[in-house]
T-cell receptor
Framework: QKEVEQDPGPLSVPEGAIVSLNCTYS??????FMWYRQYSRKGPELLMY????GNKEDGRFTAQVDKSSKYISLFIRDSQPSDSATYLC????????????FGAGTTVTVRA | DGGITQSPKYLFRKEGQNVTLSCEQN?????MYWYRQDPGQGLRLIYY???????QKGDIAEGYSVSREKKESFPLTVTSAQKNPTAFYLC??????????FGSGTRLTVV
């Protein structure tokens, strides 16, 4: 079993829909949770960064962390064609931990 | 502007050749990483380095080598021992417990 599981999709939604992405993990030591967006043939870019459990909102994006269930989510409201990309979740443990564990990524297409 | 620069963007390798991928950062980050990404797969860690002159193997280090002589630079050599090197290679850097900053990647193709 992988340390971080993420449904690879693909996920196709109409413009304006809410996109829901999620990851599950097995390591209870994880405390730092991130979402990256990767456009085709580009490097991933950091989208959201959260520490421990709770919600974080940034514009149309909301990240949720439920440590009791070992489950994290990313919601994209009012999705746009420019949101079409691969979304990767990532997480790490203690404050002295450099390495991230990545999910496989979910490919999202927003249809105009 | 601060960031990570990977070069070249595209690289072609003949069978039996070694090739070196360049990665330079001016973010003053301590740690640097090399990942390999294949179609439909996630990121797989090749090597990482937390300080100068020290580096550790990742999950798929066989057929690859690295050096970390300067804080800013972390070149990756794909040796002839790597039997399936065609892939998209990503370099990243970070400070402890923070997210990574990625480069724009190098696409390596064996011809």
């Amino acid at each position: 079993q992988k340390e971080v599981e993420q449904d690879p999709g693909p996920l196709s939604v109409p413009e304006g829909a809410i996109v829901s992405l999620n990851c599950t993990y097995s390591n209870s030591a994880f405390q730092y949770f991130m979402w990256y967006r990767q456009y085709s043939r580009k490097g991933p870019e950091l989208l959201m960064y959260t520490y421990s459990s709770g919600n974080k909102e940034d514009g149309r994006f909301t990240a949720q962390v439920d440590k009791s269930s070992k489950y994290i989510s990313l919601f994209i409201r009012d999705s746009q064609p420019s949101d079409s990309a691969t979304y990767l979740c990532a997480m790490s443990g203690t404050g002295n931990d450099y390495k991230l564990s990545f999910g496989a990524g979910t490919t999202v297409t927003v249809r105009a | 502007d601060g960031g990570i620069t990977q070069s070249p963007k595209y690289l072609f390798r003949k069978e039996g050749q070694n090739v070196t991928l360049s990665c330079e950062q001016n973010l003053n980050h301590d740690a640097m990483y090399w990942y390999r990404q294949d179609p439909g797969q996630g990121l797989r860690l090749i090597y990482y380095s937390q300080i100068v002159n020290d580096f550790q193997k990742g999950d798929i280090a066989e057929g690859y080598s690295v050096s970390r002589e300067k804080k800013e630079s972390f070149p990756l050599t794909v040796t002839s021992a790597q039997k399936n090197p065609t892939a998209f290679y990503l370099c990243a850097s970070s400070m402890v417990a923070m997210g990574y900053t990625f480069g724009s990647g190098t696409r390596l193709t064996v011809v």
